[in-house]
């Protein structure tokens, strides 16, 4: 297995250019489930997640072919519909994504149940319960959830719009069920919805394509089911997680990043904590940039749905606060397991204590370079700018965890001036994401 070997400290200073996002490309691939016709993606992140979902993809009879930096995907109706199959589904619980358009399309779907992961159960019954509200007939057996839609004269029926409300915001949930809801025959209104930016960016598409949606990225999204959707072109919003990540390595390290191509809207959670933190923060229409000259104040956070402070950042975030002066209070209320980056940082030096879904810094403290352990993809992020900010090498296992949601960081980090200090220890065994 991969691993990255970091010699801090090390300050991060120069500009990044931001991909793709993981979280909006995800659901983007999904919705070419829902059409005969091309469907073409630009800046698509070179990550293991999105190889995954290709793979995926192309099992359930989508033609994938990629040129010059841009994914053309191409469904054609198939005689019969393959299932998503568990040793997929257990890699990447987003492969569930495929569920909503293929029963709206196809009238049928068999989807492996995805796992827990290490952050939580991330059950899928917010899904389950939208697709029924739209007349699926959803049954679960076998570790399989199969969606059928109700039976009609001429074969199998389609969807009918309904109001249906989300017992809390999920990303995926109102993923599903949006994308499903643009075949159902009449309208539909779905509550309480989630509002991340991935979810304005889906609309988007789904509408180029031919849906009628108003709404989407906010709490309550109207759909007029259509009979077909077309094909169309689009290109992914940038990774508001990837620049944030970035950008608070240039807090932890005492750096100056910009990142460019990004929205600063989409990270305003981030960036007012940052400011608030002692750190200079200046946006312009398309870049972000973050620098930290002098200490750093303790600031709490809670994570939220957006806009609330996003959960995907709350491990990055943590890292930080060991630099603060003072204590401070990390509460995580999205996921139930999202402290695994706590013992790894414990062993840098790091004074943490959790008690539940809170966890209590207390800095500034002189991390130590150690070996450490990946356990999720933003909390193999954390490290990272924690071994940045670390005195001494530290060696960090099963960066395959990252690879699954951010783009080559090692070279990005030699980019923003790390060069001499980070470098990627290559394993045969580890298959890297096709580039
Ligand atoms: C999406 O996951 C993201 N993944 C996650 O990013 C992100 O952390 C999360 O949204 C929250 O913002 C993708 O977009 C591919 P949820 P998702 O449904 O859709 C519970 C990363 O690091 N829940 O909003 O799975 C669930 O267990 C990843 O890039 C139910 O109980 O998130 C969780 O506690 C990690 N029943 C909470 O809701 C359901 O039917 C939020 O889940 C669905 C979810």
Same mark, same amino acid.
């Given at each position: 297995m991969d691993k990255l070997r970091i010699q801090g400290p090390c300050r991060l200073e120069g500009t990044t250019v931001v991909a793709g $996002?993981?979280?909006?490309?995800?659901?983007?691939?999904?919705?070419?489930?829902l059409?005969? $016709?091309?469907?073409?993606?630009?800046?698509?992140?070179?990550?293991?997640?999105?190889?995954?979902?290709?793979?995926?993809?192309?099992?359930?009879?989508?033609?994938c072919s990629s040129s010059s930096g841009a994914l053309e995907l191409r469904h054609i109706t198939?005689?019969?519909?393959?299932?998503?199959?568990?040793?997929?589904?257990?890699?990447?619980? =987003?492969?569930?994504?495929?569920?909503?358009?293929?029963? $709206?399309?196809?009238?049928? =779907?068999?989807?492996?149940?995805?796992?827990?992961?290490? @952050?939580?159960?991330?059950? @899928?019954?917010?899904?389950?319960?939208?697709?029924? $509200?739209? +007349?699926?007939?959803?049954?679960?057996?076998?570790?399989y959830v199969t969606a059928r839609t109700p039976p009609s004269a001429?074969?199998?029926?389609?969807?009918?719009?309904?109001?249906?409300?989300f017992s809390f915001p999920t990303v995926g949930g109102t993923e599903n069920v949006l994308m499903a809801a643009t075949l159902a025959r009449g309208t539909t209104v779905l509550e309480n919805c989630a509002c991340e930016p991935e979810i304005r960016d889906l609309g988007l598409l789904l509408t180029k394509m031919g849906a009628r949606i108003s709404g989407a990225g906010t709490a309550t999204i109207e759909i007029e089911g259509v009979d077909s959707l077309s094909g169309a072109e689009h290109s992914i919003l940038p990774?508001?997680?990837?620049? +944030?990540?970035?950008? @608070? +390595?240039?807090?932890?390290t005492a750096g100056r990043v910009t990142a460019t191509d990004t929205v600063a809207a989409d990270l305003a959670p981030l960036l007012e904590q940052l400011a608030e933190c002692g750190c200079a923060v200046d946006c312009s229409a398309s870049t972000i940039t973050v620098e930290r000259s002098g200490g750093l104040q303790p600031r709490n956070i809670v994570t939220a749905p957006h806009p609330g402070f996003p959960t995907d950042l709350q491990a990055q975030y943590l890292a930080l606060m060991t630099q603060a002066a003072g204590t401070s209070a990390v509460c995580e209320t999205v996921f139930e397991n999202r402290f695994q980056h706590v013992p790894e940082l414990r062993r840098m030096g790091a004074e943490i204590e959790v008690a539940g879904n809170l966890a209590r810094v207390t800095g500034p403290t002189q991390l130590t370079g150690a070996r450490v352990m990946a356990t999720d993809l933003r909390a193999s992020a954390c490290l990272v700018l924690a071994a940045l900010a670390a005195h001494g090498e530290s060696i960090i296992d099963r960066i395959y965890h990252l690879d699954r949601g951010y783009e080559s960081m090692e070279l990005k980090l030699q980019q923003l001036g790390a060069a001499s200090c980070v470098e990627r220890i290559e394993s045969f065994q580890d298959e890297r994401p096709k580039q």
């Amino acid at each position: 297995m991969d691993k990255l070997r970091i010699q801090g400290p090390c300050r991060l200073e120069g500009t990044t250019v931001v991909a793709g $996002a993981k979280n909006a490309a995800l659901p983007a691939l999904a919705a070419c489930l829902l059409t005969e $016709a091309t469907v073409t993606l630009t800046r698509v992140p070179a990550v293991r997640d999105l190889w995954t979902m290709r793979k995926l993809l192309e099992h359930l009879g989508v033609n994938c072919s990629s040129s010059s930096g841009a994914l053309e995907l191409r469904h054609i109706t198939p005689s019969e519909i393959d299932d998503a199959p568990y040793d997929l589904v257990k890699t990447m619980r =987003a492969s569930v994504l495929v569920l909503g358009p293929l029963v $709206a399309r196809l009238g049928h =779907a068999r989807v492996s149940l995805p796992g827990g992961c290490a @952050i939580g159960v991330r059950p @899928i019954d917010q899904h389950l319960a939208g697709l029924e $509200a739209l +007349g699926a007939d959803v049954t679960l057996e076998h570790g399989y959830v199969t969606a059928r839609t109700p039976p009609s004269a001429s074969g199998a029926g389609r969807l009918r719009g309904a109001r249906f409300r989300f017992s809390f915001p999920t990303v995926g949930g109102t993923e599903n069920v949006l994308m499903a809801a643009t075949l159902a025959r009449g309208t539909t209104v779905l509550e309480n919805c989630a509002c991340e930016p991935e979810i304005r960016d889906l609309g988007l598409l789904l509408t180029k394509m031919g849906a009628r949606i108003s709404g989407a990225g906010t709490a309550t999204i109207e759909i007029e089911g259509v009979d077909s959707l077309s094909g169309a072109e689009h290109s992914i919003l940038p990774d508001r997680i990837e620049a +944030g990540t970035y950008l @608070i +390595g240039a807090a932890m390290t005492a750096g100056r990043v910009t990142a460019t191509d990004t929205v600063a809207a989409d990270l305003a959670p981030l960036l007012e904590q940052l400011a608030e933190c002692g750190c200079a923060v200046d946006c312009s229409a398309s870049t972000i940039t973050v620098e930290r000259s002098g200490g750093l104040q303790p600031r709490n956070i809670v994570t939220a749905p957006h806009p609330g402070f996003p959960t995907d950042l709350q491990a990055q975030y943590l890292a930080l606060m060991t630099q603060a002066a003072g204590t401070s209070a990390v509460c995580e209320t999205v996921f139930e397991n999202r402290f695994q980056h706590v013992p790894e940082l414990r062993r840098m030096g790091a004074e943490i204590e959790v008690a539940g879904n809170l966890a209590r810094v207390t800095g500034p403290t002189q991390l130590t370079g150690a070996r450490v352990m990946a356990t999720d993809l933003r909390a193999s992020a954390c490290l990272v700018l924690a071994a940045l900010a670390a005195h001494g090498e530290s060696i960090i296992d099963r960066i395959y965890h990252l690879d699954r949601g951010y783009e080559s960081m090692e070279l990005k980090l030699q980019q923003l001036g790390a060069a001499s200090c980070v470098e990627r220890i290559e394993s045969f065994q580890d298959e890297r994401p096709k580039q």
